[in-house]
């Protein structure tokens, strides 16, 4: 007998542990919902998984994470700008290559499809800037 509980306790103990596991990723996956005069670069589209509430200029997405401490380069699929100052970002490091231009109160929820790009000052229609972002800045 007493072996026989010892087994089901041993059982019983990794079961307990899987259970708390199936919940803790759910609550790490909750969307982040963007303050008031926030602006929030997603890891994935529809404004989920970790977040970066950005701020001033990255010149680098290489050496920035997201708030899970996830790298940020080549990553970004949504944004919310809920500031009164355009975003924008570009493809390469130090505002090279093609830009991305989020305005003041704008959202892009899938930058997959339809996000307003430039090259310098030519606008270039809408188009796919999803997990490309290397650098950015607002105004
Ligand atoms: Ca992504």
Do not use: H
């Not at 001033?56 to 401490?69: L, P, V």
């Not at 704008?106 to 290397?134: C, H, W, Y």
Request: net charge neutral; glycine share 12%.
């Amino acid at each position: 007998m007493k072996r026989t509980r010892a087994i089901l306790a041993a059982i019983g103990a990794p079961a307990i542990v899987a259970v708390g596991l199936a919940v803790a990723p759910t609550a790490a996956n909750a969307a982040y919902t963007c303050g008031s005069g926030q602006v929030c670069l997603y890891k994935d589209i529809n404004y989920t998984n970790t977040v970066r509430v950005f701020s001033g200029s990255i010149s680098d997405f290489q050496f920035a994470n997201y708030s899970n401490g996830t790298n940020m380069n080549d990553s970004v699929s949504s944004i919310i700008n809920n500031s009164g100052t355009t975003f924008q970002g570009w493809y390469d490091n130090n505002d090279g290559g093609i830009r991305a231009v989020v305005g003041a109160g704008a959202r892009i929820p899938d930058m997959t499809k339809n996000v307003p790009v430039f090259f310098g000052g030519e606008f270039l229609g809408g188009q796919n800037f999803n997990d490309v972002m290397s650098s950015a800045r607002l105004g």
